[in-house]
């Protein structure tokens, strides 16, 4: 059976850092790309971030809203991903999932989310 | 930005009858490789997203057949073809063509 499991929120002040985990299994992890989606209280899903496989050099990519304070990582040895958050601002309350987030092929997986509050 | 314009943002519906949800890209989402790459999400209320169609017409396995997606370029559509009690919550297109991935503001289905 295919899992995700994402750890790791809760609260953190204005201008602190929090660091997500993502847990997979049952699936090839070190060969999916692994992204981070959020969702504000109430609102849609914002695409934050993704990580490329080893194969393709463990490339990055952010959303504008979060380039230069998040952080996205990868250990293929315990399959698990990680949302490093720094500098974080009341806006980015959310909870956060990791996906595989597949466009074009069968298989798509989500975390069950974990939720980061930024108040002070 | 590509930007996502779903349309409409509510949808109330009678058990057994069609609904159908309307999502316009601000680019074409043919990619390079000739492919369109346009997604559909099912989000229960208390539960994560969870894919339900792939590539504008591909159902994810365990998806019912009353659930179809179409379109083409820049306007697709997702179609339930007799809604039930658990097609509630919110539904949302992704595209999956440029980067950063962007998703429509979501329509939330629910129950006359």
């Known amino acids: 059976e295919v899992q995700l499991v994402d750890s790791g929120g809760g609260l953190v002040q204005p201008g602190g850092s929090l660091k997500l985990s993502c847990a997979a299994s049952?699936?090839?992890?070190?060969?999916?790309?692994m992204n981070w989606v959020r969702q504000a209280p109430g609102k849609g899903l914002e695409w934050v971030g993704r990580?490329?496989?080893?194969?393709?050099?463990?490339?990055?990519v952010y959303a504008e809203s979060v380039k230069g304070r998040f952080t996205i990582s990868r250990d293929d040895s315990s399959n698990t991903a990680y949302l490093q958050m720094n500098s974080l601002k009341t806006e980015d309350t959310a909870v956060y999932y990791c996906t595989t987030l597949v466009v074009s092929a069968p298989g798509d997986y989500w975390g069950q989310g974990t939720l980061v509050t930024v108040s002070s | 930005d590509v930007v996502m314009t779903q349309s409409p943002l509510s949808l109330f519906v009678t058990l057994g009858q069609p609904a159908s949800i309307s999502c316009r890209s601000s680019?074409?989402?043919?990619?390079?490789?000739?492919?369109?790459?346009l997604n559909w999400f099912q989000q229960r209320p208390g539960q994560s997203p969870r894919r339900l169609i792939y590539k504008v017409s591909n159902r994810d396995s365990g998806v019912p057949d009353r659930f179809s997606g179409s379109g083409s370029g820049t306007d697709f559509t997702l179609k339930i073809n007799r809604v039930e009690a658990e097609d509630i919550g919110v539904y949302y297109c992704?595209?999956?063509?440029?980067?950063?991935?962007?998703f429509g503001q979501g329509t939330k289905v629910e129950i006359k």
């Open positions: 992704m595209q999956g063509a440029h980067w950063p991935r962007t």
């Open positions: 990580i490329r496989t080893k194969t393709n050099n463990y490339a990055t």
């Open positions: 049952g699936f090839t992890f070190s060969d999916s790309a």
């Open positions: 680019q074409s989402l043919v990619y390079s490789d000739g492919k369109t790459y």
